[in-house]
């Protein structure tokens, strides 16, 4: 009778961790690489935190850009602004509809009053000009952490353990699964 009692809860334990280290649980910032098989993502654990920005150099005037995020309750990625110095190439001088515009001290910011989106795909340009994400006062600067000439899709999701262990932590941590 013994034995009849143990194997099912052998096998009950086994399928338990099973179903935990698959089961996404954790959020985190994700960048995974655009059109390719196999793909491999990088992440950053999603705090209690929910905004975060972008910065880049303007490739043109060489002056910083800076795009203003936060993550919604359910999990999408919330455009609230964008802040610049010159006006010209890829830089918007007037608000369209939904949007509002205005210039203080120098300084061109674009307000969004409801953009919600659920990814971009982001360039990591093969130029030496600055790409950095902003969160929980770090900066990490992308063209180091990601493959130069790449594309990435950017997005808020959950992350099993299995994941996470196969996927690249954009923290400072490196996983025994990077090359």
Do not use: W
């Amino acid at each position: 009778m013994g034995s009849k009692i143990v194997v099912p809860l052998i096998l009950f334990f086994i399928c338990t961790v099973a179903i935990l280290f698959f089961m996404p649980i954790k959020s985190a910032f994700t960048f995974t690489e655009h059109r390719v098989e196999n793909s491999r993502v990088y992440y950053v654990p999603l705090k209690s935190t929910t905004s975060f920005q972008i910065r880049y150099v303007h490739s043109i005037h060489l002056t910083d850009v800076i795009e203003f995020y936060e993550v919604t309750a359910n999990q999408k990625i919330r455009l609230l602004s964008m802040q610049y110095e010159d006006l010209a190439i890829g830089l918007p001088g007037y608000a369209e509809e939904g949007e509002t515009f205005t210039v203080q001290d120098g300084v061109y910011t674009l307000t969004y009053n409801d953009n919600v989106i659920d990814s971009f795909v982001m360039l990591i340009g093969d130029v030496d000009a600055e790409l950095a994400f902003r969160y929980l006062g770090n900066e990490l600067n992308l063209k180091k952490q990601l493959v130069r000439g790449k594309s990435y899709t950017f997005r808020v999701a959950k992350l099993s353990f299995y994941q996470m262990l196969k996927g690249v932590n954009m923290n400072g941590k490196r996983n025994k699964a990077e090359r």
